[in-house]
């Protein structure tokens, strides 16, 4: 990864080590009351390829004022509209999650997950990101990149409160083969819970449970790598995908065998990963949820079907303004 950036030094995070059992409460309260909206102090831009495409990309992430949210902006297109990162603006979700110019379908952004997932982490409220190509850059294949980029630009608060998307009663969606993905009513902050079951045996069943802190995110999860099965790779590449794809930045499965010389960065990396991918899909709620998200053999699909039907019925959640410490604060109380 090339980073572009006037900023050279990183701040320095201290990390620290949490237990997560159940519905246990894992934030704590904002000395003043109520938690600004955040954004980030500067302009930072990189340059990569693209998972699917193999083509080069530059992107910007940059400040936003406040209520902005995060949007992207297609530099490369002649009407570089906005393009904000919700739910309703999915427009596939097969290999990645894809979001698109609400008129113009042409104009999309696909491969966003790790990206929001280290916004989301990091409690990025408003940020405008400019990309010159139709995917975000792969990078490693995992967040880890991502959460670095953010570190450089630093974070500036702004002058309105923070607000959650409280979820009020449970919220389920099946898939096939007995996947599902589900919401539940927490008293504070966003848990997250995953469970995977593969053929290969270098997969096989795992789980995994955390809540969403910037800590337990950039110590547990943010450096787990995207992977797929080399029978899958063929077929891919026939359909004009993965064209970006290589052992930099894939884990590459094949049976009981791993395929990437320096093997595993964990031994569950596989399922931290698909936890990785859903913290970055239920950000595109359009602000961080206050509940408890459980996932069995979900991904993308799933996770956007969820917040479709969490959406869906104006009871099942409420719009409620942040009195508690977000993801990135709550890295230091």
């Known amino acids: 990864m090339q980073i572009l950036a006037e900023r050279a030094k990183v701040p320095s995070a201290r990390l620290m080590t949490e237990s997560f059992r159940g519905r246990q409460e894992f934030t704590q309260p904002d000395s003043n009351g109520t938690q600004e909206q955040i954004t980030l102090s500067q302009p930072i831009s990189c340059l990569g390829v693209g998972l699917h495409s193999g083509a080069p990309v530059r992107m910007r992430l940059k400040p936003a004022p406040v209520h902005h949210g995060i949007a992207f902006s297609r530099i490369d297109r002649p009407d570089s509209s906005l393009i904000p990162a919700r739910y309703d603006h999915v427009i596939d979700t097969r290999l990645s999650t894809v979001i698109a110019c609400p ?9 966003i997950e790790h990206l929001m997932a280290a916004l989301h982490a990091n409690g ?6 400019e990309i010159d190509g139709p995917e975000v850059p792969v990078l490693d294949g995992s967040a880890a990149e991502f959460d670095f980029l953010l570190q450089c630009a630093g974070k500036a608060p702004q002058q309105a409160s923070r607000q959650r ?10 898939g096939p ?7 539940r009513p927490a008293r504070r902050g966003l848990a997250l ?15 995994y449970a955390m809540p969403l802190t910037q800590n337990r995110f950039r110590q547990d999860v943010a450096n787990c790598r995207t992977f797929v099965e080399r029978h899958d790779i063929e077929a891919l590449q026939k359909a004009g995908l993965a064209r970006g794809g290589s052992l930099d930045n894939a884990i590459v499965v094949d049976g009981a065998e791993i395929l990437n010389p320096s093997g595993l960065r964990r031994a ?11 913290v970055g899909d239920l950000y595109l709620a359009g602000h961080t949820l206050q509940a408890g998200f459980m996932g069995h053999k979900s991904g993308h699909g799933l996770n956007n079907q969820l917040l ?5 019925d104006q009871s099942n959640w409420r719009l409620v303004q942040d009195t508690t410490v977000s993801p990135a604060l709550s890295a230091a109380a």
């Open 193 to 207: 819970a995953m469970s995977i079951d593969f053929h290969a045996s270098a997969i096989g069943q795992q789980r």
């Open 308 to 312: 479709r039907t969490l959406f869906s």
């Open 177 to 183: 083969h007995g996947a599902y993905a589900e919401l």
């Open 268 to 278: 569950n990396e596989f399922v931290r990963h698909k936890l990785m991918d859903a």
């Open 103 to 111: 008129h113009d379908s042409l104009t999309r952004v696909a491969t």
């Open 124 to 129: 990025i409220d408003n940020a405008l990101i």
């Open 165 to 174: 998307i409280e979820v009020l009663q449970r919220v389920r969606v099946e």
